[in-house]
């Protein structure tokens, strides 16, 4: 062993890194699990998703899509797919807009641009543990859509401990971007 280890008189965990998380998934270590993300290290089973989750889903990549075409934006958007945070994540947003669509692998977080959320059950945890790592990994714009509270949560400015600036746009409302140039869109079908 070439690393240093620091002394310990009590137990501590280990976190996963995000290659021991990939040897694990292809070695199979979670098929029993269905879908599962790295968060601080831990490996997290992410519950099935019902239809207003669904829904909501495939209303925000529509007008997402949409919203950049409009603005000819290089970005497209994601569904579902990985993303390469830092040494110790690797979540699963439902949407996410990024500048390298094509290629193998996990999406590189250089490319991300807006990374989004839908919660119905999960509103407390997209917001106090995936938004402090989002921020911390440098996510320019965070977007939590809280099904139950009608409202989608803006976050940008992030820092290493959080998102500086946030608001709450409720449902019904033309939703702005605040990190991509012209992109908005309507929420009504929300």
């Known amino acids: ?13 280990v976190k996963l890194r995000v290659g021991d998380y990939l040897l694990l998934d292809e070695a199979g270590a979670f098929e029993g699990y269905g879908k599962t993300e790295l968060l601080d290290g ?3 089973y992410m519950n099935a998703q019902h239809r207003p989750h669904g829904r909501a889903k495939m209303i925000l990549f529509d007008v997402l899509r949409d919203g950049l075409r409009r603005i000819a934006s290089p970005l497209s958007v994601m569904v579902e797919t990985s993303v390469a945070l830092a040494t110790h994540d690797v979540p699963e947003p439902d949407l996410s807009l990024t500048s390298e669509p094509e290629g193998t692998g996990l999406i590189p977080m250089r490319s991300v641009a807006l ?19 989002y921020a ?3 996510v320019p714009e965070y977007w939590v859509v809280d099904l139950n ?9 992030p820092s290493r401990v959080g998102y500086a600036n946030r608001d709450q746009n409720p449902f019904g409302e033309t939703l ?8 908005s869109i309507d929420t009504a079908a929300l």
Not at 1 to 13: A, D, F, I
Not at 115 to 133: C, M, N
Not at 176 to 183: E, H, K, P
């Open 136 to 138: 911390g990994a440098g």
């Open 149 to 157: 509270g009608r409202v989608i949560h803006r976050m940008w400015t």
């Open 115 to 133: 990374v989004v959320e839908v919660a119905d059950t999960t509103l407390r945890s997209d917001l106090a543990r995936k938004g402090p790592i």
């Open 1 to 13: 062993m070439t690393e240093m280890v620091p002394l310990t008189n009590v137990p501590l965990p």
């Open 176 to 183: 702005t971007a605040a990190t991509i140039d012209g992109l």
């Open 42 to 44: 831990e490996v997290v």
